[in-house]
């Protein structure tokens, strides 16, 4: 299986999910990677989703409340 890059995830997020709760991106996220789908970032790999939505929220990397949460794009660093 091939391991999807956390940019990518933000990307999906920004493009199509402002203002979202956790639950509400966690099911954009499957609908478009599937269940089963690995995630890796420059610096972690191997991470389920969870992981990696909690690893973009310790980062300031999607902040908000439960109700209401954005990417910062400032956040995102410009390579792949």
């Known amino acids: 299986m091939t391991s999807i890059h956390g940019h ?6 920004l493009s199509s999910a402002p203002n979202q709760s ?3 991106l966690r099911q954009l996220v499957i609908n478009n990677f599937g269940t ?3 995630y890796h970032t420059c610096s ?3 991470m389920d989703l969870d992981s990696l ?3 973009f929220v310790a ?3 999607v902040a908000g409340d ?13 390579h792949h």
């Open 44 to 46: 972690e790999s191997d």
């Open 22 to 24: 956790l639950t509400e």
């Open 36 to 38: 089963d789908a690995i």
């Open 59 to 61: 980062r300031g990397k």
């Open 53 to 55: 939505l909690a690893f």
């Open 66 to 78: 439960d109700g209401a949460l954005n990417v910062d794009e400032t956040k995102i660093c410009q």
């Open 8 to 13: 990518k995830v933000l990307e999906l997020i």
